[in-house]
């Protein structure tokens, strides 16, 4: 993947650093790509980027983050335009500037789910973390020692990212059984659920949590028709694996994907390499000639 593939946010959990290493699992080119766990659509934008396809379905069951990806791409001037307004407020507060955010924040949890406003509460919380509490509400807090992405950085990214996806992309935020049920042969899936989807409680980082015997079914049914998909789901980190893996009666090829050095790791002194695994379905098989060996934990460096 040469050159800079643009993006328009931090946002923890997202697949940005990872997509060239992804992107090697894909077919040069097919019909449509589908992911239905979106987050901020790093993997769309770097298949655009590289010209994989020219059709993309965009979901998260995030409404306003869709909406927020949505008016990026189909409205990038606006976007940037409404950012720059909402950013331009906080120095109003001078050394209070913090305050501004938690304006924002609530005027968002009461209804106000302007696309300048999610976008402003993602550049400006703590490492693009998103965290939301029992009621759903966004409950990260602001980052003190930053005023969040200066808006004529912002901008450029916006428009590099609309110039790559619009007229390509549709947009929805629904349940991800909606958006498996329309895949056929000749799409491309590529799915990144929540971790904590091994359990039934929803996690701090998603609105909606995806119970791993249910997320299972799903993908077994992809297979009954034949289409191929991408799951980034486990992995490991310091010799310690995180996440449940999926059964072996789906029939995937799993890799290891070198994902840096982890940064929590690093905050307690310790350097600790973080491994993330990829699942490469039985229907993408026969477009490679070969696989890299898989990975096994006592393989991985610490």
């Not at 913090?98 to 999610?118: L, S, T, W």
């Not at 840096?260 to 491994?275: E, V």
Request: charged content about 20%; glycine content about 8%; overall charge neutral.
């Amino acid at each position: 993947m040469n050159g800079r593939v643009p993006h328009i946010v931090q946002y923890q959990g997202s697949k940005r650093i990872l997509a060239p290493q992804i992107l090697q699992y894909m077919p040069y080119r097919f019909e449509r790509l589908i992911e239905p766990f979106s987050g901020m659509a790093a993997i769309s934008i770097a298949a655009a980027y590289e010209g994989r396809t020219d059709r993309f379905v965009i979901n998260d069951i995030n409404r306003p983050l869709i909406g927020m990806l949505q008016e990026a791409i189909e409205h990038p001037s606006r976007l940037a335009e409404g950012y720059r307004m909402v950013w331009e407020e906080q120095f109003q507060y001078g050394e209070d500037h913090v305050q501004h955010f938690y304006e924002i924040r609530e005027k968002f949890n009461n209804g106000d789910v302007r696309p300048a406003n999610m976008l402003y509460l993602l550049a400006r919380c703590v490492k693009g973390a998103v965290r939301y509490g029992k009621n759903g509400n966004f409950n990260q807090s602001p980052d003190k020692r930053r005023h969040g992405t200066d808006p004529r950085t912002l901008a450029p990214n916006v428009h590099a990212v609309s110039h790559l996806l619009k007229g390509k992309s549709s947009f929805s935020a629904v349940d991800y059984h909606e958006i498996l049920d329309m895949a056929r042969p000749g799409d491309l899936v590529y799915m990144d659920p929540p971790y904590q989807g091994v359990t039934n409680v929803r996690d701090v980082r998603y609105v909606a949590g995806v119970p791993f015997d249910e997320f299972t079914r799903a993908v077994a049914a992809l297979n009954k028709k034949s289409v191929a998909y991408l799951i980034s789901y486990d992995g490991v980190c310091g010799g310690k694996a995180y996440g449940e893996e999926l059964p072996q009666e789906l029939h995937c090829k799993k890799i290891l994907l070198n994902a840096g050095l982890s940064s929590q790791a690093t905050l307690l002194g310790k350097r600790s390499t973080t491994f993330e695994a990829l699942y490469i379905s039985e229907a993408l098989m026969p477009a490679f000639d070969m696989f890299p060996q898989q990975l096994s934990l006592l393989e991985v460096p610490t």
